[in-house]
T-cell receptor, first 114, second 112 residues
Framework: DTEVTQTPKHLVMGMTNKKSLKCEQHMGHRAMYWYKQKAKKPPELMFVYSYEKLSINESVPSRFSPECPNSSLLNLHLHALQPEDSALYLC?????????????FGQGTRLTVV | DQQVKQNSPSLSVQEGRISILNCDYTNSMFDYFLWYKKYPAEGPTFLISISSIKDKNEDGRFTVFLNKSAKHLSLHIVPSQPGDSAVYFCAASDGNTDKLIFGTGTRLQVFP
């Protein structure tokens, strides 16, 4: 199993809603990531978890709240988002300290904030 | 401050010919470089990587060249196939973290 599964694939939410994005992998990877990608831009790192602990937060606004409940799951909780937060949210996983072998990405969640 | 740059937003190549995608970086602390391929509505797929202690790495039709003094790397695809049509991102890591910094991407179109 070399897949990273993200749900939902599409999400439309209002600015007062609370929603969560989910990510799951069963490759035994202990590093998991959230990236954000706007149209015609590169993926931008938001958070990194290593061994289920938050290791990197790229100064992301607090309306985005990550959670890593176990080594296979990664969530991104969303609250009071703005329309400019509309983007493709990508989850990825890799072995800790082995970035050179590449991270596996999910298909992403296309988020629209209205 | 874009630390990883791909100055060609698009490239068009005939099937069977060589595709050369370029990438420049500014941070001399980067020690791993990776190439990813992305189709629309999918996540990026890892293609090939190179350590900063090497100047070439080859995997099938894909070869990555690294010129550290010029802070430049390139991905060669030969022969190019229509299925290679996608957006290609180069990415870099400083090796001390698991953080990847992506370039802006190059859209490759391979035509028959």
């Amino acid at each position: 199993d070399t897949e990273v599964t993200q749900t939902p694939k599409h999400l439309v939410m209002g600015m007062t809603n609370k929603k969560s994005l989910k990510c799951e992998q069963h490759m035994g990877h202990r590093a998991m990531y959230w990236y954000k990608q706007k149209a015609k831009k590169p993926p931008e790192l938001m958070f990194v978890y290593s061994y289920e602990k938050l290791s990197i937060n790229e100064s992301v606004p607090s309306r985005f709240s990550p959670e890593c409940p176990n080594s296979s799951l990664l969530n991104l909780h969303l609250h009071a988002l703005q329309p400019e937060d509309s983007a493709l949210y990508l989850c990825a996983s890799s072995q800790v300290g082995e970035v050179e072998v590449g991270a596996f990405f999910g298909q992403g969640t296309r988020l629209t904030v209205v | 401050d874009q630390q990883v740059k791909q100055n060609s937003p698009s490239l068009s190549v005939q099937e069977g010919r060589i595709s050369i995608l370029n990438c420049d970086y500014t941070n001399s602390m980067f020690d791993y470089f990776l190439w990813y391929k992305k189709y629309p509505a999918e996540g990026p797929t890892f293609l090939i990587s190179i350590s900063s202690i090497k100047d070439k790495n080859e995997d099938g039709r894909f070869t990555v060249f690294l010129n550290k003094s010029a802070k430049h790397l390139s991905l060669h695809i030969v022969p190019s196939q229509p299925g290679d049509s996608a957006v290609y991102f180069c990415a870099a890591s400083d090796g001390n973290t698991d953080k990847l910094i992506f370039g802006t991407g190059t859209r490759l179109q391979v035509f028959p």
